[in-house]
């Protein structure tokens, strides 16, 4: 059959490929609600809007205040 590796890649040969994909950043983007950033095609973690509206609540630190 055509197509057929010829010889098997060694562990090393693997490795060494494997090795130079790097794993790189996430690609993140700034909210235009809140301009924080935020990740692509996710809702914003800050304040939970996506596409210019609200799609999900956000939980808000209780502020204290002390008189
Ligand atoms: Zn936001």
Known sequence: MPHEPKKKH???V???RRASILLGSADLMLCKNCNAKTL???ACRKCGFYDGQSVKSVKQKAVVTRA
């Open 40 to 42: 692509a095609h996710m």
């Open 14 to 16: 693997k490795r060494t």
């Open 10 to 12: 060694s562990k090393s």
